[in-house]
């Protein structure tokens, strides 16, 4: 059996606590032989700045870049947010992103039937809701040149950063963002500024472009990024694949997840090209940030990591039926009542973050029965 390679960066706050409860799960595939993996732990974020004085060394970004998957948790604190922005937690994980080039990032909104009512939209807005938010993770403001801050002669300051984006960059996002689609609900839409910048302008006409050219078959429609906010709260419903720019995805992303109920359920994969080797650099991630305020207290839910490590299952290691599996465990916990604390309804008891990736592991050994 092929042995995966799999980098585990836990980083800061509740990283560790949703990591190793996220290894129970792995550790499940393993001892059923549906998978071989050779798990090593490394350090990224305040974790790394702390031991190493950067905030990702090049020795753990050369085991990323050597292994098959890299699962990642969530990096940044307070005790960190007044160091300099080249060894702040953030600048590891761009930089990770970066030099192993991935820049699709997936980040699915799904409601689960059992989560319906956690949402803080009607239910009926938000029952079935099955999004795919497609984010470009390399380009854009996060890394255009010139950017800085500078002095002025008067004595203030003036901080300034650069949108940019190029024909390859925005068709090889479209790309990732139109296969999906045909193989969903084949409709994608296009979020820009395009009536403020002419960044926008290029994204749209080139995206416009590829799907004339390439997939009639898909329904191409573009919208503001400010209109976009606002229909993902009004009917949610009207989307199926949303792609976008590094900076709009970032944020509609964070509004999209409340959608769902939670934070602490959305998952993503952060995907880079097909290389000639035939191997793809994958991380994967929950969307939720490190909470520095339930950080150690055991409460934190593991669900978005236990997604995360669905979709390396499906994207990296082609074990769709596996990564379906664990999906199906997950919800018939949630559809049991077993809730961590940010999703309990009235009346449910919240259980720890460990008690959760137990309850997962227990359904996936009756489901595999
Ligand atoms: C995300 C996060 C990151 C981003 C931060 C931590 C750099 O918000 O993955 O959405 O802005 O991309
Ligand atoms: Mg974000």
Redesign the pocket.
């Known amino acids: 059996m092929i042995v995966r390679k799999v980098l585990a960066l836990a980083g800061d706050g509740i990283g560790p606590e949703v990591l190793a409860a996220t290894r129970r799960v792995m550790d499940w595939f393993q001892a059923t032989g549906r998978a071989k993996f050779e798990v090593t732990e490394g350090l990224i974020g305040g974790a790394s700045y702390d031991v190493h004085k950067t905030p990702l060394t090049d020795e753990t970004l050369a085991r990323a870049k050597a292994s098959d998957a890299v699962l990642f948790a969530?990096?940044?604190g307070p005790q960190w947010d007044q160091l300099p922005y080249d060894v702040r937690?953030?600048k590891g994980?761009?930089r990770l992103r970066k030099e192993m080039g991935l820049f699709a990032?997936l980040r699915p909104a799904i409601v689960m039937d059992a989560l319906a009512s956690a949402s803080s939209l009607k239910t009926d807005l938000v029952r079935g809701l099955d999004i795919m938010i497609v984010r470009e993770?390399i380009g854009g403001i996060?890394f255009g040149e010139p950017r800085g801050v500078e002095q002025l002669p008067d004595g203030t300051r003036r901080g300034y950063n650069t949108q940019t984006y190029s024909t390859p960059e925005i068709l090889r996002i479209a790309h990732v963002a139109f296969d999906l689609a045909r193989k969903r609900g084949k409709r994608v839409c296009s979020v820009d500024k395009a009536n403020v910048m002419e960044s926008g302008l290029v994204w749209r006409e080139e995206i416009t472009k590829l799907r004339n050219a390439q997939y009639p078959d898909i329904e191409l429609s573009h919208m503001y990024v400010d209109n976009c906010a606002m229909q993902l709260v009004r009917t949610p419903k009207q989307f199926d694949v949303i792609v976008t720019d590094?900076l709009f995805g970032?944020i509609l992303?964070?509004l999209a997840s409340m959608l769902t109920g939670s934070l602490g359920m959305l998952p993503?994969a952060s995907l880079g090209a097909v290389g000639a080797d035939g191997r793809q650099p994958a991380v994967y991630?929950p969307?939720h940030?490190s909470a520095p305020d339930i950080t150690g207290k055991g409460i934190a839910n593991p669900l978005a990591m236990i997604f995360s490590f669905a979709m390396m299952l499906r994207y990296s290691f082609n074990l769709g039926a596996d990564a379906d599996l664990l999906e199906k465990a997950a919800q018939n916990v949630l559809s049991g009542g077993v809730r961590t604390g940010d999703i309990a309804e009235p009346g449910q008891t919240p259980i720890s973050t460990t008690a959760m990736a137990d309850a997962v592991v227990a359904e996936l050994g009756r489901l595999a029965k």
Do not use: H
Request: glycine share 12%; proline share 6%.
């Open positions: 969530c990096i940044g937690p953030e994980l761009l990032n993770l996060y590094n970032d992303s964070d993503s991630e969307v940030g």
